[in-house]
């Protein structure tokens, strides 16, 4: 099973998040990875396929830091274990991170629609959806005059079908996570 860790505070952030991915091994995974904020730099993110060690090795070589993060252990649902399909996911603009717990079943529409629409969609996960369709909200709430990652994530939930969890970050909206969750506790 998948798990998610989330983390806004005084404190780097990566360490915090490591421990709580470390916490979550005994679920199982193929990969993890982590994507962190708060230091001028955007969002920044790390991913690596196998054990946590081989995010963590990833870190020390290309290290990030910031104050605010989320990371993620993976069980494939959608697409091989791969650097490229591990979470997090991004939107087209790099601004907007998604990491999931679940399935969402009707991705594949969603999928299409998206890609008909001119998002570039890169790996083979429901997620990645997930993190478009927040984008495009996002860009409608700026329409209507507002910026509110919160009420993109409303009506992205909506679209799903499926029983899962999610949480996100927008660099727009620094020191803020927003989850969501359909059906029972993950």
């Known amino acids: 099973m998948c798990g998610i860790v989330g983390y806004v ?3 780097p952030a990566v360490p915090v998040i490591l421990e709580g991915l ?3 091994e005994y679920r199982g995974y193929d990969s993890a990875g ?3 904020a708060g230091n001028g730099n955007g969002i920044e993110v790390r991913r690596a396929v196998g054990k946590l060690c081989n995010l963590e090795a990833s870190l020390h070589v290309n290290p990030l830091e910031g104050s605010y993060g989320i990371g993620h252990t ?3 649902t959608h697409g091989r274990p791969s650097e490229n399909n591990a979470h997090p996911h991004r939107d087209c603009s790099g601004k907007i991170v998604v990491v999931h717990n679940g399935i969402i079943e009707n991705y594949a529409p969603l999928r299409k629609r998206l890609q008909e629409e001119g998002h570039q969609l890169v790996t083979q996960t429901d997620t990645e959806v997930i993190a478009h369709l927040i984008e495009q909200y996002l860009i409608q709430e700026r329409v ?3 910026r ?3 009420d993109a994530v409303r009506h992205t939930v909506k ?3 499926g029983v899962f969890a999610l949480a996100t970050m927008f660099v727009e909206e620094p020191n803020k996570i927003v989850a969501a ?3 029972p506790l993950l």
Do not use: C, D, Q, T
Request: proline residues 0%.
């Open 9 to 11: 505070g005084n404190k």
């Open 22 to 24: 470390r916490r979550l």
């Open 34 to 36: 982590i994507a962190v």
């Open 74 to 76: 993976r069980w494939a």
């Open 144 to 146: 209507a005059g507002e």
């Open 148 to 150: 509110m990652l919160e």
């Open 159 to 161: 679209e799903l079908r």
């Open 181 to 183: 969750r359909n059906g």
